[in-house]
């Protein structure tokens, strides 16, 4: 096992690396007893509440009107009584007191890093990362990528953006810790993407990092160049920002696009290390890397943890962060939990069908619940899709109406095939989300692509209650 674990926060060797042949970075943490990790895992967290408590008017506050103290920790079931911490309070304290607000637990001066969110919802979110936590993320992502499958040897073409976002930061240093050969390429810039195609042709890369639907853009970009994106050598992918690698269809294009694995990642930026929640080479759905960053599923409303087997978000709390430690951040994300054994031989517990929604994605259509996710896997699923999709939901009078723009491939271009694959994708749609919608067909490359995130659903219902609003005055 690398470091030494019986201090806080741990040390860990800068120079170890297991065997390439070894299946595991630290066998005897990712394969243990749950028990007995748990044991760690509770002192850790100790020290933990113990270094946020003594640093930091935010959580002191918050622990003492909740009548909790780190002397309260007696076992993990007892941070259930520590009040959650959601984003809003984060910016909060950071307009209060700026930049970084009164939860960074190190001084301003031992700063290594910043990072942050855009502010495109909202005010902006500081990062500041020390240079201990820093080393230590880079040996979190080290460890998780070997589960992945990546080894020394490995090139990694990292194609995401190089700016405030973390990710591609966060890969660049696990791949490097691991000892493989980054390729930081990015992405965003205009023709980049034509580039990264050509370079990967005569670099030939074994790995690639990014967002799905870019990864199905460079797919794109690559075949009108004439080339096979199957045949650039990825034997391994993956991603985070977007739930899309572990939608069953999504991760089957993937796989068969690039024929190489399809590993689906990824929490929070603001609980980096974010890879903890994390697939291995078997692909059964992500492992909660648990002695890293501690989760638990909880449910959406009291933010009591659930039992395996059940659904809700993610709630989670570092272990090993001394710089803006996350003490039981709620997610937002939808996920489903399982204790039931990987083939892997990892003892974590798993989210079988990854990230597969946010809380705050969902829309409601005439009564019933409707994820992004939901829909792209079932278009994704039915030969002659085009590739891209988007949703629209308006209402006229008392109803809601709601169409899905869908691309269909070139191969449908008679009017006949697109009237059958307009009846099967309403009919599966319908079946899978339990409303009919209206289905449009266009030409395949008429939707906008992405580098990043995709966005595809439209909700224009508030400019409908705007409009009456407008006429009631």
């Given at each position: 096992?690398?470091?030494?674990?019986?201090?806080?926060?741990?040390?860990?060797?800068?120079?170890?690396?297991?065997?390439?042949?070894?299946?595991?970075?630290?066998?005897?943490?990712?394969?243990?007893?749950?028990?007995?990790?748990?044991?760690?895992?509770?002192?850790?967290?100790?020290?933990?509440?113990?270094?946020?408590?003594?640093?930091?008017?935010?959580?002191?506050?918050?622990?003492?009107?909740?009548?909790?103290?780190?002397?309260?920790?007696?076992?993990?079931?007892?941070?259930?009584?520590?009040?959650?911490?959601?984003?809003?309070?984060?910016?909060?304290?950071?307009?209060?007191?700026?930049?970084?607000?009164?939860?960074?637990?190190?001084?301003?001066?031992?700063?290594?890093?910043?990072?942050?969110?855009?502010?495109?919802?909202?005010?902006?979110?500081?990062?500041?990362?020390?240079?201990?936590?820093?080393?230590?993320?880079?040996?979190?992502?080290?460890?998780?990528?070997?589960?992945?499958?990546?080894?020394?040897?490995?090139?990694?073409?990292?194609?995401?953006?190089?700016?405030?976002?973390?990710?591609?930061?966060?890969?660049?240093?696990?791949?490097?810790?691991?000892?493989?050969?980054?390729?930081?390429?990015?992405?965003?810039?205009?023709?980049?993407?034509?580039?990264?195609?050509?370079?990967?042709?005569?670099?030939?890369?074994?790995?690639?990092?990014?967002?799905?639907?870019?990864?199905?853009?460079?797919?794109?970009?690559?075949?009108?160049?004439?080339?096979?994106?199957?045949?650039?050598?990825?034997?391994?992918?993956?991603?985070s920002g977007e739930p899309g690698a572990g939608i069953p269809a999504?991760?089957?294009?993937?796989?068969?696009?690039?024929?190489?694995?399809?590993?689906?990642?990824?929490?929070?930026?603001?609980?980096?290390?974010?890879?903890?929640?994390?697939?291995?080479?078997?692909?059964?759905?992500?492992?909660?890397?648990?002695?890293?960053?501690?989760?638990?599923?909880?449910?959406?409303?009291?933010?009591?943890?659930?039992?395996?087997?059940?659904?809700?978000?993610?709630?989670?709390?570092?272990?090993?962060?001394?710089?803006?430690?996350?003490?039981?951040?709620?997610?937002?994300?939808?996920?489903?939990?399982?204790?039931?054994?990987?083939?892997?031989?990892?003892?974590?517990?798993?989210?079988?069908?990854?990230?597969?929604?946010?809380?705050?994605?969902?829309?409601?259509?005439?009564?019933?619940?409707?994820?992004?996710?939901?829909?792209?896997?079932?278009?994704?699923?039915?030969?002659?899709?085009?590739?891209?999709?988007?949703?629209?939901?308006?209402?006229?009078?008392?109803?809601?109406?709601?169409l899905i723009r869908a691309e269909h491939a070139a191969s449908h271009?008679?009017?006949?095939?697109?009237?059958?694959?307009?009846?099967?994708?309403?009919?599966?749609?319908?079946?899978?989300?339990?409303?009919?919608?209206?289905?449009?067909?266009?030409?395949?490359?008429?939707?906008?692509?992405?580098?990043?995130?995709?966005?595809?659903?439209?909700?224009?219902?508030?400019?409908?209650?705007?409009?009456?609003?407008?006429?009631?005055?």
């Amino acid at each position: 096992m690398n470091g030494d674990l019986a201090v806080w926060p741990p040390r860990y060797d800068p120079a170890y690396r297991p065997d390439p042949a070894a299946d595991y970075w630290s066998p005897e943490l990712e394969c243990c007893d749950p028990r007995t990790r748990d044991v760690l895992i509770l002192e850790k967290l100790r020290r933990q509440a113990g270094w946020a408590w003594e640093r930091s008017p935010f959580y002191r506050r918050k622990w003492e009107a909740a009548g909790v103290s780190p002397a309260t920790l007696r076992a993990l079931d007892d941070l259930a009584k520590f009040p959650i911490v959601q984003k809003a309070e984060l910016r909060a304290s950071q307009a209060a007191a700026p930049p970084y607000g009164e939860y960074l637990c190190i001084e301003p001066g031992g700063v290594a890093r910043i990072h942050g969110t855009s502010g495109t919802t909202g005010r902006p979110t500081v990062f500041g990362i020390g240079s201990e936590d820093w080393e230590r993320i880079g040996e979190a992502h080290a460890r998780i990528l070997w589960g992945a499958g990546i080894r020394p040897d490995d090139r990694v073409l990292i194609c995401s953006f190089f700016s405030l976002y973390m990710g591609s930061w966060g890969a660049l240093r696990g791949v490097e810790r691991l000892g493989a050969t980054a390729f930081p390429f990015g992405a965003g810039v205009p023709g980049q993407t034509l580039m990264a195609v050509e370079w990967a042709r005569e670099l030939k890369p074994t790995a690639f990092y990014g967002t799905p639907s870019y990864a199905l853009h460079f797919a794109e970009t690559a075949r009108r160049e004439g080339i096979d994106p199957g045949t650039l050598g990825f034997r391994t992918l993956f991603f985070s920002g977007e739930p899309g690698a572990g939608i069953p269809a999504t991760k089957r294009l993937i796989e068969e696009t690039f024929r190489g694995r399809c590993v689906d990642m990824g929490s929070m930026a603001e609980m980096t290390p974010w890879m903890t929640n994390a697939e291995c080479r078997h692909r059964t759905g992500m492992h909660l890397w648990q002695d890293l960053v501690f989760t638990q599923v909880c449910d959406p409303e009291t933010f009591a943890p659930l039992p395996f087997g059940a659904e809700g978000t993610p709630v989670y709390t570092h272990l090993e962060r001394t710089s803006q430690p996350m003490i039981r951040l709620v997610s937002g994300d939808l996920t489903r939990w399982t204790d039931e054994p990987c083939p892997c031989g990892r003892t974590y517990p798993r989210l079988p069908d990854g990230l597969y929604g946010r809380i705050d994605d969902m829309f409601i259509v005439r009564g019933e619940n409707i994820y992004p996710s939901a829909i792209e896997d079932t278009l994704r699923a039915i030969d002659g899709f085009g590739g891209e999709f988007r949703v629209i939901v308006s209402r006229r009078e008392a109803m809601d109406e709601f169409l899905i723009r869908a691309e269909h491939a070139a191969s449908h271009a008679d009017p006949g095939l697109q009237a059958k694959l307009r009846a099967t994708m309403t009919e599966r749609l319908r079946a899978r989300l339990g409303v009919h919608p209206v289905v449009e067909l266009v030409p395949e490359g008429t939707l906008p692509r992405t580098e990043f995130k995709a966005r595809r659903v439209i909700d224009d219902r508030d400019l409908y209650r705007r409009s009456l609003q407008g006429v009631r005055r």
